[in-house]
């Protein structure tokens, strides 16, 4: 009888455990088959005959081309701590005043979950402030509509 009660828990610890399993790899299966992805690490041999930088580490023209970020001094804190939560092109897209930055820093703190940054804060306007600022660039002037010189089309045939 002892030895079915044993039976019985160890097989309902078994049936726990898998479950438990199961549900780890729902919630984090994604994460954990990328650490063992080795489909694209090339060999050893490809290794020591391409000296190149990966793909996602490429700089061309100081855009970094993975993220689409200016590759400058802060693009590792910037990188690490803006893709954490949403895409570089987000950033990117956006252009603003160091007031405005760090107004928009303050929101994702305030309604997004935006940790504190610390001391990486500044060095995180600084970046964002020097290469997405606001551009001289905007619309064409308004036209002078008095200095127009207006003529009428005339279509029909003479």
């Known amino acids: 009888m002892k030895n079915n009660i044993s ?6 610890y078994l049936v726990f455990g898998i479950c438990l399993l199961a549900f780890c790899y729902v ?9 063992f992805d080795f489909s694209s690490v090339p060999s050893k041999t490809a290794i020591q005959r391409t000296k ?25 804190i910037v990188r690490g701590t803006c893709t954490a939560c949403h895409s570089a092109k987000l950033v990117t897209q956006n252009r603003a005043s160091r007031e405005g930055w760090k107004q928009m820093l303050t929101w994702m703190q305030a309604t997004q979950g935006l940790w504190e940054l610390g001391e990486q804060e500044p060095i995180i306007l600084d970046y964002l402030a020097t290469h997405y600022a606001p551009e001289a660039i905007g619309r064409r002037a308004n036209i002078d509509m008095k200095e127009v010189e207006w003529y009428i089309l005339n279509l029909e045939e003479e």
Do not use: C, M, R
């Open 7 to 12: 039976l019985l828990l160890t097989s309902v």
């Open 27 to 35: 919630l984090f299966g994604n994460v954990v088959s990328g650490w």
């Open 52 to 76: 190149t930088t990966p793909k996602s580490e490429q700089v061309v023209d100081g855009i970094h081309l993975e993220t689409g970020l200016v590759y400058a001094e802060g693009f590792d």
